[in-house]
């Protein structure tokens, strides 16, 4: 499913990291409205459309970014990771539940639960639970 959602942005392929990431969230940059969408440590696409949730759950203070966020979880497997570009505050969505306001270590924990440690051996995982590159 999320491979639809893909189809509505500009392909990537690329490696992830901090530096592609910054680069395509500049703002006023082509590539900074929308979502990227991230498998197996690449960026797939970037500038995608994401389907709205219409759960009366969100909060009205939420927009539109939560809002894709939640929806996308809702329909598919994925696991979203928001910031605000308002507050810079992270939250995250899986299954249609919104986590939100979360630290640091907190996301680092909620990735490591939610995807390294379900998709991955200690050995196959580039980074450990603080981020850090291990070997």
């Known amino acids: 499913g999320i491979d639809?959602?893909?189809e509505?942005?500009?392909t990537i392929e690329g490696k992830l990291s901090q530096q592609l990431l910054?680069?395509?969230f500049t703002p006023n940059t082509p590539l900074h409205d929308g979502a990227v969408i991230v498998r197996d440590s690449k960026i797939v696409a970037a500038a995608c459309y994401l389907?709205?949730?219409e759960s009366p759950l969100i909060s009205k203070d939420l927009g539109t970014?939560?809002?894709a966020a939640v929806g996308i979880s809702e329909v598919t497997d994925a696991l979203t990771v928001v910031v605000s570009e308002e507050t810079g505050g992270i939250s995250c969505t899986?299954?249609?539940e919104l986590r939100r306001d979360l630290n640091l270590e907190q996301l680092?924990?909620?990735l490591q639960a939610n995807i390294?440690?379900?998709?991955k051996t200690p050995e196959q995982r580039p980074w450990n639970w603080r981020g850090k590159k291990n070997g």
């Open 108 to 110: 680092y924990d909620y």
């Open 65 to 67: 970014r939560h809002r």
């Open 94 to 96: 899986k299954n249609g």
């Open 51 to 53: 389907p709205l949730s």
């Open 8 to 10: 509505t942005g500009i």
């Open 116 to 119: 390294v440690l379900a998709t």
């Open 22 to 24: 910054t680069n395509i």
């Open 4 to 6: 639809d959602y893909a």
